[in-house]
């Protein structure tokens, strides 16, 4: 048994004909030669191991088999279900990191939100909901009137760190309002 290799795979390596040629197989139809049972086992690979496998099977086509990046992106991307210009960066990635694994960044952005970091910011602004939100004889404060108010008054008047947004939008406003409590 060979560690990280299915079964199934292994089981197919170990009954070969010695008629068998890889390279003429390679060339008619790649991805029926590597073979279809292997997506679930494709689908089970953590991020780190799917990576590695894409960049394994670009060397293989094209140190052994002689194909360009192009052909080999589009086999690749075909067999993993991605795009080959995807499969293209990762390997730019890893040869310009020296062999590094490209960071997957997705979900690791820290939003800067001005009104939670700064107390006096997120006191004025709940002062303001709380005058302007329910007066009787006029109409009930929107986050489109509130967004208005921070635009105008709140940011520009604050001293907030640098990068903060100096502007919001009506969404970010909504945000705003519901992280404290409205």
């Known amino acids: 048994m060979v ?24 060339k008619s139809d790649p991805v029926a030669m ?22 394994l099977l670009f060397q293989v086509l094209q140190q052994d088999f002689l194909l360009l990046v192009g052909p080999a992106a589009k086999i690749i991307g075909k067999y993993l279900c991605k795009n080959p210009k995807t499969i293209e960066k990762w390997r730019v990635d890893f040869l310009k ?15 800067m939100n ?5 107390e006096e910011l997120t006191d004025q602004a709940k002062l303001y909901v709380r005058e302007n939100s329910f007066r009787k004889g006029t109409p009930n404060m929107t986050a489109r009137s509130f967004c208005t108010w921070v635009n105008d008054e709140l940011l520009p008047n604050s001293t907030i760190e ?10 970010v406003g909504r945000k705003w309002l519901h992280s404290m409590g409205f």
């Open 3 to 26: 560690p990280g290799v299915p079964p199934q795979v292994e089981s197919d390596l170990s009954t070969s004909d010695s008629d068998f040629d890889p390279t003429e197989a390679l």
């Open 34 to 55: 590597m073979g279809e049972f292997c997506s679930d086992w494709i689908a089970s690979l953590s991020r780190e191991d799917f990576y590695s496998l894409s960049l």
């Open 97 to 111: 990191s020296e062999g590094e694994l490209p960071e997957y960044l997705r979900g690791r952005y820290e939003r």
């Open 114 to 118: 001005a009104i939670s970091n700064n």
């Open 162 to 171: 640098p990068g903060a947004p100096r502007k919001i939008t009506v969404e």
